[in-house]
Nanobody, 122 residues
Framework: QVHLVESGGGLVQAGGSLRLSCSASGRTFSTYNMAWFRQAPGKEREFVAAISGSGYSTYYADSVKGRFTISRDNAKNMVYLRMGSLKPEETAVYYC???????????????WGQGTQVTVSS
């Protein structure tokens, strides 16, 4: 069982940067692959980035490659998403998710945080 809590969302101007954090409970955190998804109003939840349990492998949606960086600190049970060159269309609720498998499909993830709002102003 993993309990996830996101933080770090807020209002940022277009072109700006923001770092999201996800705190995880549980002593087996390093066995879980972790991911970030986002959901804009009226749209489906979409994959942003994922990282393996060891942290050695990372995956990104094409739309964020080169601008976003996912990382984790297993000693602190934390996952991060560094976002740069943000665009207004990236305004959404950002969710942290965890699972023993690593995929880009929201339905494959068993554990979810409550989400944190990111608003990018133009």
């Amino acid at each position: 069982q993993v309990h996830l809590v996101e933080s770090g969302g807020g209002l940022v101007q277009a072109g700006g940067s923001l770092r999201l954090s996800c705190s995880a409970s549980g002593r087996t955190f390093s066995t879980y692959n972790m991911a970030w998804f986002r959901q804009a109003p009226g749209k489906e939840r979409e994959f942003v980035a994922a990282i393996s349990g060891s942290g050695y492998s990372t995956y990104y949606a094409d739309s964020v490659k080169g601008r976003f960086t996912i990382s984790r600190d297993n000693a602190k049970n934390m996952v991060y998403l560094r976002m740069g060159s943000l665009k207004p269309e990236e305004t959404a609720v950002y969710y942290c998710a965890g699972d023993i498998d690593i995929t880009n499909k929201p339905s494959d993830y068993d554990y979810w945080g409550q989400g944190t709002q990111v608003t990018v102003s133009s």
